[in-house]
C-alpha cells in the first residue's frame, strides 16, 4: 500500500492542475491515468488536435482564396493531409510531454493504469503490480466520452465521433455531420476547407444550442455563405455503414448516403469502471458525480471536478475547479465565478461569449440595455480584410454593470479574454468604454459597443 496526501484519477486539464496546483501547496501528490500520455480528452483527442487542423485548415484556404486580395501570388495550392496530421500529432506530443515534465518538476507521482476506488480512501490499480493507493484526499477528474443516438452504430471508423474525425486519412467526399454544437461545427468546418461536402444535421430550429441567439444566427449565415450545408429541426433516427457507403435515416425524410458519418451530439460524464459502488457514491439523473460548492461528494475526503460533475465541458472551467478544489482542502479558500467563465468557439468566424445570453436575461426579467458594434465599423478588421461579425455587450438597465457580452469575428476568442476579467471585476459598460484600447486593434470594438450601449459610439 502506497500512501500519499491526495490522489488524482485523470490527468486532463481538471486533473493534471489540481496535482500541480496541490503540489504547490505542499501536498504529496499522486497522479493516476489509464490512457499512455497525459494531458486528457483535451490535449489528446479534444482542444489541442482540433485547433491544429483548425489552424491548418485554415492556411490552405487562406493560401487558396485570399492571398491574391494581399497581392500575394503563389502557384498551384495542393493539400498535403499526411503532413498536417504530422504536425497536429507533432503538436499534441510537445503538449503532453510538457504536462509529464510539470509533473516532474513538481515531484508528482505518476501512476499508470485504471484506477478503482476499493474504499473511500483507498483505490487499487489495474497495472502489472496491481499497485494499491491510499490517501486522506482523492479527486475524482475523469472528464467525459462521447456519446451517440439510437439507431446510430458507431463502428469507430466510418461512422464515428471527433477523435477519428481528427484523423481521417483523407477528405471524406461527402461528410454527415449529426449536431451542431461546437465540436461538430468546428471539424465540419476543417474538412469542408479540406474539401468535403459537408452537410450538418440538427434536432433544434438552430445551431450551437445555448449560444446567444442573434450571434446563433449570424454564425449560421457566415457558414452556409462558405458552403457548410444545413438541415435544421432534423432528427436522425439512425446511421449505419451499407456496403463503400453510410446511410443516416432522417425521419419523414428519404436516407442520406455519404461517405462519412461525424457523430457529435455532446458527451457524457465517465466514471465507467471507477467502483463507485463500493463506496456507496450514486450519481445524478445525467450520470454526473454530484458535488457541493466546494467539490466534495457525499463520501468524507473523495470530490470531483471537470466534465464529471455539472457545467459547461470545457478545459479552462475544470482548470478553474481543479485550482479551487485544493485550494479549498489546503487552505479552506474555494471560489469560482461561474458567470465570468467564457465559451469560444474556434470556427471562422470565431464565436465566443462570457455571462448572459439575450435570452437568459429576458426570461428572468431582467432590464438591460444593448451595445452593438460591427467589425466592419474597426480599422485593424478593414486591414485584415474580416469584416463579418459584431461584438454585442448586455449591461444591466439601471446599474451599468456588465452582464454578457458576446463576439462573432476575427479573433473573437481572444478579445472574450477583456470581457471576462470586465465581469469578474464587475466592471460597468462605462468601465470599458473609458478605458483606452490601443489603435488600431480589433479590442476597440468592444470599447466601441460599450459606448454605444449609450448611443455614443464613434464609428457607427
Ligand atoms: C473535439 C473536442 C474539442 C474540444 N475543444 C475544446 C476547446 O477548444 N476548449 C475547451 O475548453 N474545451 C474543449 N473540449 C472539451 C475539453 O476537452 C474537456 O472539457 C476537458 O478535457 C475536460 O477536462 P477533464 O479534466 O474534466 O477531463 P478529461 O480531459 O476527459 O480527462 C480525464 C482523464 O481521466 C482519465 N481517466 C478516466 N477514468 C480513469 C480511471 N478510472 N483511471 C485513470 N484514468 C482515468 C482519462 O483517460 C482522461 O485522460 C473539446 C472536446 C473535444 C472532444
Redo the contacts with the bound molecule.
Keep these: 500500500m502506497k500512501r500519499h496526501d491526495l490522489i488524482v484519477?485523470?490527468?486532463?486539464?481538471?486533473?493534471y492542475v489540481a496535482a500541480i496546483r496541490a503540489a504547490q501547496l505542499g501536498l504529496d501528490v499522486a497522479c493516476?491515468?489509464?490512457?499512455a500520455a497525459l494531458?486528457?480528452?483535451?490535449l489528446?483527442?479534444?482542444?489541442i488536435p482540433?485547433?491544429a487542423l483548425l489552424e491548418s485548415s485554415e492556411h490552405y484556404v487562406v493560401a487558396r482564396n485570399r492571398l491574391a486580395e494581399h497581392g500575394v501570388r503563389v502557384g498551384s495550392v495542393e493539400l498535403d493531409l499526411a503532413a498536417m496530421m504530422k504536425r497536429k500529432d507533432k503538436v499534441v506530443e510537445g503538449l503532453t510531454g510538457g504536462v509529464a515534465a510539470l509533473f516532474k518538476k513538481r515531484k508528482i507521482t505518476r501512476y499508470a493504469?485504471?484506477?478503482?476506488f476499493t474504499a473511500p480512501r483507498r483505490v487499487a490499480i489495474d497495472d502489472a503490480d496491481k499497485t494499491e493507493l491510499e490517501a486522506k484526499h482523492i479527486l475524482i477528474?475523469?472528464?467525459?466520452v462521447?456519446t451517440s443516438l439510437p439507431g446510430v452504430e458507431l463502428d469507430g471508423d466510418r461512422i464515428g465521433t471527433?477523435t477519428e474525425a481528427?484523423a481521417y486519412p483523407e477528405p471524406p467526399k461527402r461528410l454527415v455531420v449529426i449536431g451542431a454544437g461546437?465540436?461538430g461545427l468546428?471539424?465540419g468546418q476543417v474538412w469542408q476547407r479540406l474539401g468535403s461536402e459537408v452537410t450538418v444535421l440538427e434536432y433544434l430550429d438552430r445551431i450551437l444550442p445555448g449560444m446567444d441567439g442573434e450571434l446563433a444566427k449570424e454564425a449560421l449565415k457566415l457558414f452556409k455563405r462558405q458552403g457548410l450545408a444545413f438541415q435544421l429541426g432534423c432528427r436522425v433516427t439512425g446511421a449505419r455503414v451499407h456496403g463503400d457507403r453510410c446511410v443516416v435515416e432522417r425521419e419523414g425524410d428519404e436516407p442520406l448516403e455519404c461517405d462519412r458519418v461525424l457523430v457529435a451530439v455532446g458527451?457524457k460524464p465517465?466514471t465507467e469502471?471507477?467502483g463507485l459502488d463500493e463506496i456507496g457514491l450514486t450519481l445524478d439523473e445525467r450520470g454526473r458525480v454530484p458535488v457541493d460548492d466546494r467539490f466534495a461528494t457525499a463520501v468524507e475526503g473523495v470530490y470531483a471536478?471537470?466534465?464529471?460533475i455539472r457545467g459547461p465541458?470545457?478545459?479552462?472551467?475544470?482548470e478553474e475547479e481543479g485550482s479551487a478544489c485544493v485550494e479549498g482542502i489546503v487552505t479552506g479558500v474555494c471560489h469560482i465565478n461561474y458567470d465570468a467563465i467564457p465559451g469560444?468557439v474556434?470556427t471562422d468566424p470565431e464565436i465566443a461569449a462570457v455571462g448572459k445570453t439575450q435570452e437568459q436575461l429576458e426570461q428572468d426579467g431582467v432590464e438591460f440595455r444593448k451595445g452593438v458594434f460591427h467589425f466592419r465599423g474597426n480599422g485593424r478588421a478593414r486591414a485584415l480584410a474580416q469584416l463579418d461579425g459584431f461584438v454585442k455587450i448586455l449591461a444591466h438597465a439601471r446599474t451599468d454593470r456588465v452582464l454578457g457580452v458576446h463576439i462573432i469575428g476575427p479573433r473573437a476568442g481572444d478579445l472574450i479574454a477583456e470581457a471576462a476579467v470586465a465581469i469578474e471585476f464587475g466592471a460597468s459598460s462605462e468601465d470599458l468604454a473609458r478605458s483606452s484600447h490601443a489603435h488600431p486593434t480589433l479590442a476597440e470594438c468592444l470599447k466601441e459597443a460599450a459606448l454605444a450601449v449609450d448611443g455614443r459610439q464613434i464609428h457607427a
Design positions: 484519477i485523470g490527468a486532463g486539464p481538471g486533473g493516476v491515468e489509464k490512457e494531458g486528457g480528452t483535451c489528446r483527442v479534444g482542444c482540433s485547433k493504469g485504471q484506477a478503482r477528474a475523469t472528464g467525459s462521447p471527433s481528427l461546437y465540436i468546428e471539424m458527451r465517465n469502471g471507477l471536478i471537470g466534465d464529471v465541458m470545457l478545459a479552462h472551467k475544470a469560444v474556434y
